[in-house]
């Protein structure tokens, strides 16, 4: 093992790895040259040979910290993210565990399952541990920290970490990019727009910086000086997404033929040339332009790229919206329901990665009591939804019905939001919450009927905010106004948009298919004997 040691400081790893497979005939009872094989392997993306020699050190040590903490890295690598936290919540409580590489290595997994209060005590401990000489840089931890209250949308805190970094090193382009990423999910695009402009300064070749500027741009009708820093983003990294954004650019400035061409390069340079966002786009610019010949082979290359999706398991590159939409004329709507269900069930699987689990108590109607209804969306403002959804509130028997409004994107002042929070009798700004608290706090109220307003639009697909409605804060879920098809998702019971031979149930036992949502949604909530009895204890 001295041998080998010195070959690992001398960099000359096959003789190093000559050197253990000898220790290890010499003496097959130490953990050590398994240890060391496994992190060559492991540093290699031998992932297979890693852990097999890393079970050879199990059996020698199942105690060794050393081994529970390569196992928990080897499991992070493998996306085994509950099996990486508890090897390294194991190997850290062994004597030589608490170390500052440990603590930021546990709060990297912790943020990777979203338990993001778990991330910031750990990269705090690991802050705490660190000195010059930990062979750590402390910008890194700060990064993490950064990183984490972003995720948890405590955007000040993020800030204050972010700045700490740069007062520390002016020139750290990737702390200036962070910096700038959060301010834009803080709702500050124009900040963020300044600071990614210094990142790109202090480091030219960041690609994601001009990709990010780019969608900014764009999100301000700034078609033309987008173009120009997305023109930069696919020559430093010539990826689909990148092809993308520059595709919707040339789009929003009128150039159809070029966006057109750019959307087949996306899908040109993408893995198995399959990229569902770009052949959604070229198909919305091929019906602008009248390419019928053209749209008839992306329709089918679109239907057969879902087809694949769908069959070999994967999430769908194509919304339920932007297959409604795009391709509704074109093909068989049940591949819409298939879609559909496959979106709810990657929002079930996310609760699941995320270590949570969907509510299974509620509150009990008690006899007299008014019935909770909630309503909750990002379209509470000046938005379709906002403006649709006026003069609802009002129209509530507030002696019977007690109505909490959750909004999921705030605007600032707008008419339309005025009104809406003049005539709720409780309106929650929920937009700096994470779904997971949000579902809590909707939960706790003891809401007993949940009107979801965004459906598979608007912040229930680009926020992923439909999660808030897969983790089940309300005993009975109803899909209403904003998604027109079925949301195939287990954890919505009732439409008041859909018809029933499509997949979501009756709007309310007793009453025929035909019958217009509005004329339903109004007996639904005048006939409170209806749904009772679906709002009893499990």
Same mark, same amino acid.
């Given at each position: 093992?001295?041998?080998?040691?010195?070959?690992?400081?001398?960099?000359?790893?096959?003789?190093?790895?000559?050197?253990?497979?000898?220790?290890?005939?010499?003496?097959?009872?130490?953990?050590?040259?398994?240890?060391?094989?496994?992190?060559?392997?492991?540093?290699?993306?031998?992932?297979?040979?890693?852990?097999?020699?890393?079970?050879?050190?199990?059996?020698?040590?199942?105690?060794?910290?050393?081994?529970?903490?390569?196992?928990?890295?080897?499991?992070?690598?493998?996306?085994?993210?509950?099996?990486?936290?508890?090897?390294?919540?194991?190997?850290?409580?062994?004597?030589?565990?608490?170390?500052?590489?440990?603590?930021?290595?546990?709060?990297?997994?912790?943020?990777? @399952?979203?338990?993001?209060?778990?991330?910031?005590?750990?990269?705090?401990?690991?802050?705490?541990?660190?000195?010059?000489?930990?062979?750590?840089?402390?910008?890194?931890?700060?990064?993490?920290?950064?990183?984490?209250?972003?995720?948890? %949308?405590?955007?000040?805190?993020?800030?204050?970490?972010?700045?700490?970094?740069?007062?520390?090193?002016?020139?750290?382009?990737?702390?200036?990019?962070?910096?700038?990423?959060?301010?834009?999910?803080?709702?500050?695009?124009?900040?963020?727009?300044?600071?990614?402009?210094?990142?790109?300064?202090?480091?030219?070749?960041?690609?994601?910086?001009?990709?990010?500027?780019?969608?900014? !741009?764009?999100?301000?009708?700034?078609?033309?000086?987008?173009?120009?820093?997305?023109?930069?983003?696919?020559?430093?990294?010539?990826?689909?997404?990148?092809?993308?954004?520059?595709?919707?650019?040339?789009?929003?400035?009128?150039?159809?033929?070029?966006?057109?061409?750019?959307?087949?390069?996306?899908?040109?340079?993408?893995?198995?040339?399959?990229?569902?966002?770009?052949?959604?786009?070229?198909?919305?610019?091929?019906?602008?332009?009248?390419?019928?010949? %053209?749209?008839?082979?992306?329709?089918?290359?679109?239907?057969?790229?879902?087809?694949?999706? @769908?069959?070999?398991?994967?999430?769908?590159?194509?919304?339920?919206?932007?297959?409604?939409?795009?391709?509704?004329?074109?093909?068989?709507?049940?591949?819409?329901? =298939?879609?559909? =269900?496959?979106?709810?069930?990657?929002? !079930?699987?996310?609760?699941?990665?995320?270590?949570?689990?969907?509510?299974?108590?509620?509150? %009990?109607?008690?006899?007299?009591?008014? @019935?909770?209804?909630?309503?909750?969306?990002?379209?509470?403002?000046?938005?379709?939804?906002?403006?649709?959804?006026?003069?609802?509130?009002?129209?509530?028997?507030?002696?019977?019905?007690?109505?909490?409004?959750?909004?999921?994107? =705030?605007?600032?002042?707008?008419?339309? &939001?005025?009104?809406?929070?003049?005539?709720?009798?409780?309106?929650?700004?929920?937009?700096?919450?994470?779904?997971?608290?949000?579902?809590?706090?909707?939960?706790? @109220?003891?809401?007993?009927?949940?009107?979801?307003?965004?459906?598979?639009?608007?912040?229930?697909? =680009?926020?992923?905010?439909?999660?808030?409605?897969?983790?089940?804060?309300?005993?009975?879920?109803?899909?209403?106004?904003?998604?027109?098809?079925?949301?195939?998702?287990?954890?919505?019971?009732?439409?008041?948009?859909?018809?029933?031979?499509?997949?979501?149930?009756?709007?309310?036992?007793?009453? %025929?298919?035909?019958? &217009?949502?509005?004329?339903?949604?109004?007996? !639904?909530?005048?006939?409170?004997?209806?749904?009772?009895?679906?709002?009893?204890?499990?």
């Amino acid at each position: 093992m001295e041998a080998a040691s010195q070959l690992a400081a001398l960099k000359r790893r096959g003789e190093e790895r000559t050197c253990l497979h000898r220790a290890t005939q010499l003496s097959n009872r130490h953990p050590d040259p398994f240890i060391r094989l496994a992190e060559i392997s492991l540093s290699e993306g031998n992932l297979p040979a890693a852990r097999q020699e890393l079970e050879r050190a199990r059996e020698l040590s199942p105690s060794s910290s050393k081994m529970l903490l390569l196992s928990a890295a080897i499991f992070y690598s493998v996306g085994d993210m509950q099996r990486s936290v508890a090897e390294y919540e194991a190997g850290m409580l062994q004597p030589d565990g608490w170390t500052i590489h440990n603590f930021n290595n546990v709060g990297i997994s912790y943020a990777a @399952l979203g338990q993001h209060a778990s991330a910031v005590r750990s990269y705090k401990c690991a802050l705490r541990l660190w000195t010059p000489e930990s062979g750590m840089a402390k910008t890194s931890i700060l990064l993490n920290l950064g990183n984490s209250f972003v995720d948890m %949308r405590r955007f000040s805190e993020a800030f204050k970490f972010y700045r700490r970094i740069l007062r520390i090193e002016p020139s750290y382009a990737i702390a200036h990019y962070s910096l700038a990423r959060a301010m834009d999910r803080s709702g500050d695009p124009f900040g963020a727009l300044s600071v990614y402009t210094q990142a790109t300064m202090v480091d030219p070749q960041l690609p994601h910086a001009y990709s990010n500027m780019g969608v900014i !741009l764009l999100n301000q009708n700034r078609a033309e000086e987008a173009v120009k820093v997305l023109e930069v983003a696919v020559r430093l990294r010539p990826t689909s997404a990148e092809f993308d954004n520059l595709g919707d650019a040339y789009g929003d400035s009128a150039r159809y033929e070029d966006a057109i061409d750019t959307y087949q390069q996306a899908i040109i340079v993408s893995p198995n040339r399959i990229y569902p966002k770009s052949y959604y786009s070229q198909l919305h610019y091929l019906i602008h332009t009248c390419n019928f010949e %053209r749209l008839r082979e992306a329709c089918r290359n679109l239907e057969n790229t879902l087809n694949w999706e @769908l069959q070999t398991g994967q999430e769908t590159g194509m919304t339920p919206v932007e297959a409604l939409v795009l391709i509704g004329t074109y093909t068989d709507h049940s591949l819409f329901l =298939r879609i559909a =269900r496959n979106f709810a069930l990657r929002s !079930l699987a996310r609760v699941q990665q995320a270590g949570r689990a969907p509510f299974t108590k509620y509150a %009990r109607l008690k006899a007299g009591s008014r @019935l909770k209804i909630g309503y909750i969306s990002g379209g509470f403002r000046h938005h379709p939804d906002g403006k649709n959804m006026q003069g609802v509130f009002e129209r509530h028997d507030r002696s019977r019905f007690e109505i909490f409004c959750f909004s999921l994107k =705030r605007d600032h002042g707008t008419a339309v &939001q005025e009104k809406l929070q003049a005539t709720c009798e409780h309106f929650m700004d929920y937009t700096d919450l994470d779904n997971y608290e949000a579902a809590s706090r909707i939960n706790k @109220l003891g809401i007993h009927i949940l009107f979801d307003v965004n459906g598979y639009t608007g912040e229930g697909v =680009r926020q992923q905010r439909n999660i808030i409605l897969a983790l089940s804060p309300a005993k009975l879920q109803v899909n209403f106004l904003a998604w027109v098809a079925s949301s195939g998702a287990s954890f919505i019971q009732v439409s008041c948009a859909a018809r029933d031979d499509v997949g979501d149930a009756v709007v309310v036992p007793g009453l %025929r298919q035909d019958r &217009q949502p509005s004329r339903v949604y109004t007996r !639904l909530l005048r006939e409170t004997a209806l749904v009772a009895p679906l709002l009893l204890p499990l």
